[in-house]
Nanobody, 124 residues
Framework: QVQLVESGGGLVQAGGSLRLSCAAS????????MGWFRQAPGKERQFVAA????????YYANFVKGRFTISRDNAKNAVYLQMNSLKPEDTAVYYC?????????????????WGQGTQVTVSS
């Protein structure tokens, strides 16, 4: 079992940056692939980024490539999403998720554990 708690969301102007954190509990965190998803009002949840159990491999949605960076620190049981050059269309609730199968996936139903989400609002 893994429990996930996101933090770091907030209100930022377009062009600004935010760093989201996801704190995980559980002894087996380092064996999970981790992902970030987001859901804007009235829209389906969408994949943002994923990282392998070791941190050695990452995978991004096309719309965040070059702007967002996913990373993890297994010693701290944490995963991060550095978001730069934010746009109003990045406004959403951001969720971190853990996948017991340690392969990268952009399919939300592959993920076994989810946090409650953190709100990111980008003003124009």
């Amino acid at each position: 079992q893994v429990q996930l708690v996101e933090s770091g969301g907030g209100l930022v102007q377009a062009g600004g940056s935010l760093r989201l954190s996801c704190a995980a509990s559980g002894r087996t965190f380092s064996s999970y692939a981790m992902g970030w998803f987001r859901q804007a009002p009235g829209k389906e949840r969408q994949f943002v980024a994923a990282i392998s159990w070791s941190g050695g491999t990452t995978y991004y949605a096309n719309f965040v490539k070059g702007r967002f960076t996913i990373s993890r620190d297994n010693a701290k049981n944490a995963v991060y999403l550095q978001m730069n050059s934010l746009k109003p269309e990045d406004t959403a609730v951001y969720y971190c998720a853990a996948d017991e199968v340690p392969t990268l996936s952009d399919y939300e139903y592959d993920y076994d554990y989810w946090g409650q989400g953190t709100q990111v609002t980008v003003s124009s």
